[in-house]
T-cell receptor, first 118, second 115 residues
Framework: AQTVTQSQPEMSVQEAETVTLSCTYD???????LFWYKQPPSRQMILVIR??????QNATENRFSVNFQKAAKSFSLKISDSQLGDAAMYFC???????????????FGKGMKLTVNP | DSGVTQTPKHLITATGQRVTLRCSPR?????VYWYQQSLDQGLQFLIH???????AKGNILERFSAQQFPDLHSELNLSSLELGDSALYFC??????????????FGPGTRLTVL
């Protein structure tokens, strides 16, 4: 079974600075997807960024980028120019690729609370 | 707004009772997923339905059941409720099932409190 670990329960960052959230995962599959979700106080789950395991290039979405290290099974999220609106819970998630007969369920880490200080 | 709706937003009930949570997927989406978010267990997958058929089951208790109706809305039934069932229950939908990648769009959740 796949597992996702977020070892830092909380982090804080100053507005306009850069912060990196870490995530490790365990799987025996070679093809899969990794995600970062944001959950603000409204509780809505919002997809921030997605990475396909077969792609060597790290995904980027505006101020959000990932560092995907497949061999190390590491998937970190970098937030540049942090804004007050970035304050939220962040969840790392894993999904199998169906090409390997995997389930479509998302497997989540425990989450990390990010505080942005003005 | 993801386009996924869940009702009710909040539900307060007593131990031993039964409740039904409802989810309407985004227009055109055929897949519905249910997840439970609790303080001790985190976010956990419960069950996946595609076009009315059960596709996958996760850590869903026997006291819980779900179904997807012909109009594609889904209901999660929780019975013999215990204090530990208090959680945020999310529904997510995606367009298909069985394709390499389907983004799951999450609803706003139903907050269940069991007293």
């Amino acid at each position: 079974a796949q597992t996702v670990t977020q070892s830092q329960p909380e982090m804080s960052v100053q507005e306009a600075e850069t912060v990196t959230l870490s995530c490790t995962y365990d799987t025996s599959e070679s093809d899969y997807y990794l995600f970062w979700y944001k959950q603000p106080p409204s509780r809505q789950m919002i997809l921030v960024i997605r990475q396909e395991a077969y792609k060597q290039q790290n995904a980027t979405e505006n101020r959000f980028s990932v560092n995907f290290q497949k061999a190390a099974k590491s998937f970190s999220l970098k937030i540049s120019d942090s804004q007050l609106g970035d304050a939220a819970m962040y969840f790392c998630a894993y999904r199998s690729s169906l090409t390997q007969g995997g389930s479509e369920k998302l497997v989540f880490g425990k989450g990390m609370k990010l505080t942005v200080n003005p | 707004d993801s386009g996924v709706t869940q009702t009710p937003k909040h539900l307060i009930t007593a131990t031993g009772q039964r409740v039904t949570l409802r989810c309407s997927p985004r227009s055109g989406d055929l897949s519905v997923y249910w997840y439970q978010q609790s303080l001790d267990q985190g976010l956990q997958f419960l069950i996946h339905y595609y076009n009315g058929e059960e596709r996958a089951k996760g850590n869903i208790l026997e006291r819980f059941s779900a179904q997807q109706f012909p109009d594609l809305h889904s209901e999660l039934n929780l019975s013999s409720l215990e204090l530990g069932d208090s959680a945020l229950y999310f529904c997510a939908s995606s367009a298909f099932s069985g394709t390499p990648y389907n983004e799951q769009f999450f609803g706003p959740g139903t907050r269940l409190t069991v007293l």
